[in-house]
Every structure is written in C-alpha cells, then in structure tokens.
C-alpha cells in the first residue's frame, strides 16, 4: 500500500504535478474540441485556461526537482474521486456549451482541487507537506475566485446562454 | 514514456462530451505503464467515430474496414507475434457487421485485446439504434417506437464464445480503464474491454452513466460463475469479470522431420 499524501512529501508533490499536468492537458483538450466544433468563445476561455495550468505545471516541477518522486501508475493516484480533481470531466462538455456552463465547471473543480489540498494541509504532520499544501490551496482559491467573479460579470451581460444548434445531430428523415 | 506522448499531432473530431477521449488517455495512459515503445504497438480499427481512434495515437495504426478491425488484428498479430496489437472499434461495427468475426475472435483466442466502445449508438451516421441499443429507444425517426429487439449482450456473448478475459469499463473512470487495458494487454490471449463511452450528443441520457455505474470485482476464471453474474447483472457493472488463461493461436507446431516422403525424394 503505497503512502497516502498527506504522509509523504514525495507522494504529495507527485498527485501535485499530476494533478496540475493533468489540468493543462484537459483545459488544452477542451480548447481543441471546441475549436473543432466552431464554438470560438469557449476554445479561447479553454486555451487561457490552459496556459494559466502550464505555469502551475511549471511552479509545481520546479519545487519537485528537489525531491525524489515515486513512480506511480495512473491508477494508483488516490484522488477523492474517479479523476484528479481539476479535471473538468468529458461529459460535462457539449459543443453547445455555453460561457456560462464552462464557468460554471471551471468553478466546480478548482473548489474540488482546493478542498483536496486544503484536506491535505490539516491532516498532514510533516511541515513541509503542509506548508505546499496550503500554498496550492490558496492558488486554487484564487482561481476559483476568479471563475466567480467572470460569472458574475457574465450575468450583467445579456444573450450570454442563448443556444442555437445550426447542425442539429438527428438526420432529417 | 508519459501517457502524453503515445498522442499524435492529429486534434480527435469527436463530439465535445464523447466517452472516447477518456478511452484515447486511458490507452495512452497503460502503454505508458508498459512503457512500450510506439513501434512496437499496432492499433487496428474499423469504422465509425471510435474507429477514428489510431489516427490520434503515436503508435503503427491500422484503420480499417467496416466490422473487420478483429481479422486485421489477427493477421497482424500472427505474422508478427512480437508486436502488442489492439483492436478497437465501436457498437455497430464491432457487433452488427463485424459480429461475426467477434463470436470466432473470441474462440480463436489470438493473444490481442479488442477493446469495444459502446455507446449503444450509430453516432457517425447520424444517431440509428445499434445492436446495443435499448429496446424502447426512440430516439431515431428511423426506429420511431425503438428497434423493439432485445439488446446484444457483449460479455456474455464473449463469454460463450470462448474469450479468455472478460472486463467492462467506463469512460468516465479513466484510470480505472487504464488500469483495465494494461491487465487486457498483460493477458495472455484474447482479451475483451467492453466499454461504456457515452455519447451525449444521440444520448444525452447517457451523461448519467456515472451515477449507474458501478464497480463489480467478479474475477472468475469458472465459467459458469460467470455466466451466471453476467445473467443476474445490469449491464452497468465495471470489473474484470473473467479471466481463464488458455492456449494461445496459433499453436506451436514442429515440422515434420525425416519423413519417408523426404527420405524417397532426398538427394
């Protein structure tokens, strides 16, 4: 049984820099589907996102290169649930998502992965664990701030959650 | 190699809310476990939206014909045996046209791993009833009262068939599936990965998968035990079911040696 990562600095900083990679290649993945499917707005909130992850991906690798991490395979990462918590998960995205529903799960998941390292950082006993953890915490507040804050803004605007399926999927017979 | 780099250049095309970029990551994801070098793996589809999958993978791709991905995998595999070769494809192509070649894929027990996407949808063509599809669907103007026939029943039909390890996943738990594909890829013989991929944009009922799913370790290597989960179950359970080793095809075989017939006609 491998240590939980509240116990191991370098189980800790491996679901870090797993969890933060993990992001970027998602937020990154979203963008490219979106721009695929023509919806312009959500493929530039999405590439944003995504380069915000990269220099997570980069402040996290670079407190890494000090330590020795352990190899884990994907299935060994003890996330609170089936994915890393960042990742927005792929059923929830629609090629007819709005602005409003991808903040809405932009939100939802840097709440989830503040509340994973937020946990991390009171159940820890080592302090350096603990001093990470609430760093990274505090950052995935701050994002989840600023999803806030864009819907918010989004609200004042009008028109912001019309849907208009010009293709829609069933054929015509 | 990270999981990232088994990935191509090529951007998927598939739906936004598609099961099967979980099932691309979770591949990806136990090659890089395997670490397994690109060339060393052949991925082998038919047709369909699933099929599309070898395009986006860094490895030998092969993408085929309608419901022939299992004998393009079984041709590849028995004349490089070295290569690790895994089929894929979807509901349609794998059961409907291609179910033939399932039922004696399964019996063959080629050492492969056909890993089926069912989202119990033609979604290529635009959203007709599959094989897989419920019986009430009535989604399609082409089934208005649904297709009114009961709904192909993968793992049991593997099962019957003679498959040799039997597993179902779900697209919305990708390491678990990860971890599914690499026991699939470990086994010796044909190895089934049924998966539940949803497709939200002919069934976006599907999105609540999640909610039914559940996990189902059986891990049987008794046949009947099997059969009689996979009766009693929902269809929503994730596990690996079954798994018997047995012989691998093609068999070794020795040539024949000093035979009267070489001897008569020797030099």
């Known amino acids: 049984m491998k240590a939980k990562p509240y116990e191991d600095l370098g189980v800790f900083l491996a679901h870090s820099a797993t969890l933060e990679r993990e992001a970027a290649e998602r937020f990154y993945e979203l963008a490219a589907m979106m721009k695929v499917h023509n919806n312009d707005a959500l493929h530039e909130l999405f590439l944003e996102l995504a380069r915000y992850s990269v220099e997570h991906v980069n402040e996290v690798e670079d407190i890494c290169k000090d330590h020795d991490l352990p190899s884990l395979k994907p299935w060994e990462y003890q996330w609170p649930d089936l994915e890393a918590p960042e990742n927005i998960s792929y059923e929830s995205a629609h090629y007819l998502m709005s602005p409003k529903e991808a903040l809405e799960a932009v939100y939802k998941v840097e709440l989830k992965a503040e509340a994973f390292y937020r946990s991390i950082s009171l159940q820890a006993s080592d302090e350096d664990i603990r001093k990470y953890a609430h760093l990274f915490a505090e950052e995935e507040h701050e994002h989840a701030e600023a999803a806030k804050r864009s819907l918010e803004e989004l609200k004042l605007s009008k028109g912001q959650d019309e849907k208009v399926d010009l293709d829609p999927p069933f054929m015509p017979e | 190699m990270k999981p990232k780099a088994y990935k191509s250049g090529v951007k998927p095309i598939w739906c936004p809310g598609c099961g099967h970029y979980s099932v691309l990551n979770a591949i990806t994801k136990a090659l890089s476990v395997l670490d397994q070098q690109p060339e060393d793996c052949v991925l082998v589809s038919g047709i369909g939206c699933s099929a ?24 590849i595999k028995v004349a490089r045996p070295k290569l690790n070769v895994i089929a894929m494809g979807g509901d349609g192509d794998g059961f409907s046209i291609g179910g033939n070649h399932f039922l004696h894929a399964c019996r063959r027990n080629v050492d492969i791993v056909y890993i089926a996407m069912d989202n119990e949808v033609y979604g290529m063509t635009k959203g007709q009833a599959s094989p897989t599809t419920p019986e009430l669907w009535d989604h399609s103007k082409l089934t208005p009262h649904g297709p009114e026939v009961r709904p192909f029943q993968p793992c049991s039909i593997a099962l019957a068939s003679g498959a040799s390890f039997i597993a179902r996943g779900h697209s919305g738990d990708p390491n678990g599936l990860a971890k599914m594909i690499y026991e699939a890829i470990e086994h010796p013989g044909f190895a089934f990965v049924h998966v539940l991929s949803q497709c939200i944009t002919y069934c976006p009922e599907q999105s609540e998968w999640k909610e039914r799913v559940h996990d189902e370790e059986v891990v049987t290597a008794d046949p009947t035990e099997a059969a009689t989960f996979l009766q009693r179950e929902d269809g929503f359970s994730k596990g690996v079911f079954y798994r018997n080793p047995r012989d691998v095809w093609p068999m070794p075989h020795q040539p024949p040696q000093d035979s009267n017939l070489r001897k008569g006609f020797e030099l």
């Open chain 2, 52 to 75: 599309r999958l070898p395009a986006y993978a860094n490895a030998y791709g092969f993408h085929g014909v309608h419901g022939r991905a299992l004998p393009v995998a079984t041709g």
